[in-house]
């Protein structure tokens, strides 16, 4: 491991480390507070604990054990105002600097928590490139933390833990515990309390970020990820012969691929192990179909060749990216290919599995997903029963029978006949494209192979009369010569007798004969025309040559036509149509038809091989996580679930194995990782799980919704200095421009950086097709951030008669007239607007369900606003005026709830009134710009108009600028 490696290593897992131990906003959320007294006695109000368990999310247990988990905020800085101004403007307010978790229980005692420690902030402790308050060294803390195990192995009562407390804030600020000043700040003198939702979710990634620092193997992909350089770029590959032979499956054959899906696919099936593809992928663009057939391009590739599924992992860090991944994979609309669209084996009904947390699975059960782990638990040992087997075995040889019209009763024959049509169907894919490629050579791209043989046969019997006509031309000019006088032909020496010759033959030439002049002979004239009758026959004979050569690809193309029809197999899907006129359009409806089949075709090989029993894991290995073991394991997975779904949080804990005492990592051996919702994604979470794997396909959109950094730049700067990264504060700058810091990047922009390809001037690739939206809709978000690039495809509502809500505009508002929002911590709410939103609704309601008669309830109408405080206003508003399950079926949620989620009418609350400053909208433009894609037929801004800015140049004020003119 070379230093650089090592540094921001070490850089990115010390960023991980410092959201442990992080400050916690709880100023929003439900806190008590006491005295300092109580917190040293170790007893409180009972009031507290009630009111702290209502807000329980485990009840059941609380009751049984009659306590709650709780974080003490022992030490907070307080909040002073001048004049009603916040005097201490460089803190927020409830800032906690110091905090004690512990248990509650039911009587106001307070104990001791095993395993957990006190903590402050490390943005708090030095060094710091920004310091805002410094209340010690980090080393410090840690010093004392790890010469106190034995200290803390002997805590039993709440005195020793609270003088543990004491020792080690007054050890590290050298300051006392009981006074409230610290360094010229004034502390609060209340103790707060919260209820403790901290969950230590970044264990497994700061194991493997240790193993990396300790046991580096050499991975192309993670250095590619923290290079500090950008990539040379390298010219976008076009769609030709080669790049269309390579493209094998889709998982989806409704529609072909767009322009922009298929030139990254392109780029993907070019992809050598260490790269990284960037896909910048707008909503509405295809992003699932996209990640679909790069699966099943992976998987259908290794079933050609005979060898294992390959491992693809698709991670994020939110559960919302993750499970939209799994539901896509899991509605593959079937088209009509006999039972060959059904799986032939029991108990799997999508092509993908979940790897949740223990907190998640309870969900992904309601939810009917697979879910699992690397223990093999659930999904996996469900179907790896010797009963759903046996099961498997008999549905898998009844299928198989059915399908090919035979009867068979051997695995093993059912998995080469699959096979051997899977190549069959590829060869004929292939040579359906070399046929178009030759056919592309002669330049007709507006005619199919009929009406250009058409044409040629015109061609040819048009050359045929031309000669019949010259050669009757030929004999005209014969007799003209004969008919004329043989005293002028003696005499042709003399002028005037030449004269009378030139005049007839003047009369004689037609108009078609402009290559002929009055003065010449018979001689000359016939061999004038044989000239022509000679480039005449050499154009026929090569008319002639093309005919035979285009009607040989029309029979290699009936050829294999015919045996598609043998094998039941319709390139057209049921149309009657011609044959396709290029190259591009046979290679559109080879996504549609032969490239399914072949993904469908793979699926059941691959069944065939995991009911076989290939890999199977038995006896005593079960649940162990033995490498030999998790090979098997994961290969017999991907066999059926191509796609294995899991957050970053998640995934190293999933390639860690056990042997002889030790734990290891499966370096390298991810074959493909997908990052979805990249954008969300901040650097230092993912970049330890890129070691496992061999490349990765990074898709997302630096428009949507950012990461929730938990590292704040000052802190940032303090640990690239720290670890070596960087040697000064100015040394940053490189960091942030290569995106390779935890306080301001995303996964999205490391990738981009590590991309070999620029796409209309920037780094990656662009899904550019929006099909989601009404053109009116998508245009606002392709005016606020897209500059122009997505092309809108599904037309205009105003010219859509489909449209039956022709009283809802595709833009529009209503007005609720509002002075000032109303504030709740740091939130805002403004209940005048949830309330005519909800009378809204229950007034149209019925109306829209009636218009959207085949679509789920539940999707049709979403309520988004920016702040928590309206979402719970709003919600509120709905339990007490909706009745029925119309209230189950409205979404109601903040921008970052809906990213990834659509409906046809989004209703937005913009909570500003008149008087307010709407700044917090304008800050991020990524906040419209995601609330106004969500919207596929109308979008409604409920709020004071007069509330949103005037420039247009803002993302409320372009906002307003698109819906004045349509009030409903």
Known sequence: MTNKIKEITSYFKSAVASQVNKKIEFKEGNYCYFSFDELNNGKISEAIFKNLARTSTVNKENKEKESINVIIVAKTIKTIFDYQEKKNSNFEDLIGIYYVPAILKNDGTLHYVEKKFPWIPREFLQPMCEPILSMGHYKDYDNYMSESTGRIHKIRKWKDYIDFVRDIYENVTKAKFEEYNLVGTELDSNIYIIKDGTIDATKSILKLYDNIIDKYEKSKLYENFISLDFNETLPLIQNEIVEMNRHCGQMSGEYPLSSSQRECINHFTNMADGEILAVNGPPGTGKTTLLQSIVANMYVERALKRGKAPIIVASSTNNQAVTNIIESFGKIN????????????????????????????????????????????????????????????????????????????????????????????????????????KFKAYGLNDKNMEEYLVTLKDEMKFSEEKVHLDLLRIEAWRMHFKKMPLSYKLLKLFKSYRRRIETKNRMFIESGETFLDEYMSLDEIEEKYSYIIKDLKIKQGEVQRIYKEIEHIQDKYGENLSRLKELKIDIFKGNKKKTPVNLEQINESMDETLRYVEFWLSVHYYECRWTKGEDLVTGKQKGTTYESVLYKLYNRLSMITPCLVMTFYQLPKNFLAYEKGNNYYLYNYIDLLIVDEAGQVSPEIAACSFTLAKKAVVVGDIYQIEPVWSVSSALDKSLAKEEGVIQSKEGCEKLFEVGINSSSSSVMKVASKSCKYMKFGDRGLFLSEHRRCYDEIISYCNDLVYKRKLEPMRGKGVNDKKYKLKKLPQMGYKQVKTEYSSKKGSSRYNKKEAIEIVNWINKNFQMIKDAYPMENINELLGVITPFKAQVNCIVNEIKMQIAGDIKKNISVGTVHTFQGAERRIIIISTVYGENDDCHFIDKNESILNVAVSRAKDSFLVFGDINGLNNDKNSASGLLKEYIKSNEI
Not at 405 to 426: Q, R, Y
Request: proline fraction near 1%; aromatic fraction near 12%; hydrophobic fraction near 35%.
């Open 334 to 437: 079937v088209i009509g290919y006999q039972n060959l669209e059904e799986r032939w084996i029991e108990g799997v009904n999508s092509f993908a599995t979940y790897f949740p947390s223990l907190k998640k699975e309870v969900n992904a059960k309601i939810k009917g997903y697979h879910y699992t782990n690397s223990n093999g638990k659930n999904f996996i040992s469900e179907i790896e029963t010797e009963d759903n087997i046996s099961k498997s075995k008999d549905k898998l040889l009844k299928s198989c029978s059915k399908y090919f019209s035979d009867n068979f009763s051997d695995l093993d024959v059912c998995e080469e006949k699959i096979h051997i049509l899977l190549c069959e169907v590829d060869l004929i894919r292939t040579n359906f494209l070399a046929l178009f490629n």
